[in-house]
């Protein structure tokens, strides 16, 4: 793994509070993603991992709090985000079930406009999820689940973001799909791209990231590089399979 000294923090959450009408579902988050890294977030359910990315992504307000992106504040607004190097798959995919693979897939370029290297982009998702070329003409609705969240990352990355949010990736999927679909995120961020990644898959995500985070009921409760979280006695016990989790983790 590399060190972050010599790199530029390209993602910044600072002390980010959202609430749900009465119910406070983050409470002073703050993460740093540095240039060329993954970066996971890792957390039980209702810990407040989807709404970190929403919030983000602008699809639910900040209530207090600022995002980052290269020293420059994200917009209020989700499709702002998206054209200042943001984007995201989300959990659970979806898809647009009507449209085929590559509508699907120039959906994702639309925040682009009339950029010239869309299908140049285009050969480069479909060489990192050859299946979707396979498919390039089939509607979307009526692919497997695997086959969708190979469209949901390629349908991100057609934005050319500079920093992809991925939500729940492995969500419903069989591990040999699993594997394959970080093989393959392991690969994009090789070619440049930063990675930000919340995953129930505790210890997938840690495998595939430098660093970590633990979001615990909305609080940010432990950070570090990705092996010290995969050793530490604490995280194996809460989320690694690895015996009784000690209080405040589970």
Known sequence: MNGTGER??????????????????LSGVS?????????SVIGSNGAG????????????????GDVFLGG??????SYKVVQQGVSLSPEGRKVFAPLTVLENLKMGAFPRGKDSKVDEDLEWVFSLFPRL???????AGT?????????AIGRALMARPKVLLLDEPS???????????????????NEGVTILLVEQNARQALLLSHRGYV????????????????????????YLGGGKAPKGLS
Do not use: W
């Open 49 to 64: 991992k989807s709404t970190l990315m929403n919030a983000i992504m602008a699809m639910v307000r900040r209530e207090k």
């Open 31 to 39: 993460l740093k993603v540095y240039e060329g890294e993954i970066v």
């Open 8 to 25: 530029n923090v390209l993602l910044e959450v600072k002390d980010l509070h959202v609430s749900y009408g009465a119910i406070r579902a």
């Open 72 to 77: 420059a504040a994200l917009e209020a607004r």
């Open 143 to 151: 692919l497997s689940g695997g086959e969708q969240q190979m469209l």
């Open 215 to 238: 979001l615990q009921t909305g609080h940010m409760v432990q950070e570090g590089p990705s092996e010290e979280l995969l050793a530490n006695a604490d995280i194996k016990a809460a």
């Open 171 to 189: 969500l419903g999927l069989a591990p040999i799909i699993i594997r394959d679909i970080f093989k393959e995120l392991r690969r994009i961020n």
């Open 133 to 139: 070329k396979e498919r390039i003409a089939q509607y």
